[in-house]
């Protein structure tokens, strides 16, 4: 339990650095570590296959997918770069300390003696991958196969305008 | 089959951009049409073989329940329709062959989309297709990559987002106590805790959530900004379609078929229902952009419907499903109209507009018909809607609603005037002498809706039982 609270610790701090941030290529590391924070967390917590996801979509993929939408941004100069931050600051001060009441909360009632949570019979039994890609969840499967043709017509769209100008 | 509304598309999809490019684009649009045209079929004659389950076979192949009722028929007619529309203003508006191609790919996923929402009996699936639909919905506002699309849509993202986190954050506490994400089996899992904290705070957050995805105030942040920068054809779909889909049929779905009607929730939803009709009229009635009025008088026509249901009534919900219909069609029209006058007008400020009537005589009276219906005037569909959403308010012994959803009928005639005269009426404006009537396919969608509109009105009685009227058997539930 201590050691998953630390990694939730680490995971919140982590993502507090990426949306807090001065430098986007810093924030996407941060949202890199986030999510490898999170893959470790779902090990620990007997979710093999979602944190197998996690690791490759999201630590992987989105990291590639942001670093290189960044390489097509206009990097801004260092003053307004700390323009920014402050004026970011100045707005939305209250997020990390409302973050933090509410973490705190959690770990406070999480650790309370004879905690738990009712989990359903049937929703606890581990489910190999298989039977629950192709033989629970076959829709999904093929929901998602819209959702990357959505995506990939996404950056073909936004993005293409962009290549054409660049060559 | 329900499962083929979803299937045919992708398969259509994924054949389009495989093959030769050339050809594949002329074909991409007639594709689209006959899809189009065959929802509108089938929903309009309900036929049995391929609803029913006499072939079932694809559909159990999926192990996921799909099922359609007539809620679902309504909501797939509607689909259709405003689709069909949605395609003849882009074929008419996207100017490059291949950007139209794109378009209608994006269209086809959008109402892929749609179709899964109002089919599958299956929380999870439920979120990954208002997802299929957020995804083309994005894309589709930022299609013309202006500085303002792009910040509509992702000013939609930003929302969608956290809509997103409250769906899969309450779907994963039900699972807590369900033994999976079926309607069924979450229904009787929150029937044995009804008043277990865990349970309330996922259908609280789960609630939040759609109302983000539906734009109702006062989460309604995106939505003027995304309706009114994104393309013309992309406004018709958002505006007539996928906010309903997305979040007042989930809505209604989710009450009537998972979590169950209960006389908080009820006020609630009464309580913003009003709250969007009055907020929508008065900040539609200080706009000077001709698609961001239409956009605040979605969100108080919207308001209208979430009022209809909210009191759980046979005529309350008849009443609400009707005006999703009415809705999608005459909200559709005035934004077609918006779409003709933009591309002769190149832009969208009332100001700079009058007297298009008499340049535009079809656009000028098709935009009269939906304004009437917009308004709640006889014998238009959106007369007989409004009047059995008061009257069903009224039963109710909701008095006060009753009669802040009559009296705002008459901001709405009063913020649609103005546009009327302002755009339309009075004298032309200098330099608008050249200005021409829209091109046929654009004039053909707002003919096709209004003469919807005006059909739905005359043959009120039939229409209403066949469709709006069987949908109380949400209430047997």
Redesign the interface.
Known sequence: MKINIILLISMTAAAMWTVMGRSLLKATIGLAVTSAVITILMFRLNSPLAAVFELSVCTGLITVVFVSTISLTKPLTHKEIVELSRDRLKRFWFLPVILGIVGAGLIVTITRPGFSVPIHAAAAALKGAREVLWNLRQLDMFAQVIILIAGALGVVILFEEKRRDEW | MP?LL??IP?LG??LL?LLPSRPMRRIAFWFALVLCLVQIALAINHYPPFWGNELDRIDS????SFSVDHLSFVMLLCIGIVSLASLLIAKHTVFDEK?RF?FI??LI?AS??MS?IVT?R?L??LY??L??TA??S??LI??E?SVLALEGSFKYMILSAVATVMMLTSIALL??????TSFSAVHE?VGHAPDSR?VIIAMGIFGCGILIKGGIVPFHGWLPDAYSAAPSAASVLLAGIVTKAAGIYTLIRILGSVFGYNRTVGAILLALGALSIVAGALAAMGQKDLKRMLAYSSISQVGYIIMGFAIWTPLGIAGAIFHIFNHAIFKSLLFVNAAAVETRMGTNDMDRMGGLAQKMPYTGTTSVIGMLSAGGVPPLGGFWSKLIIIIALWQSGHIAYSSIAAVAGVLTLAYLLIMQRKVFFGKLGEGMQDIREAHTGIVIAAVMLAAITVGVGLLFPAVFHNFAEPVKELLMR
Do not use: C, Q, T, Y
């Open positions: 499962s979803i299937l992708l999809i994924i951009n192949f999926f192990r996921v950007e794109k790919n994006l996923i892929i989309g899964g599958v299956d999870f699936s990954i297709f997802e299929i995804i083309a994005f894309i930022a299609f990559k699972l807590l106590v369900a033994p999976d899992a865990m």
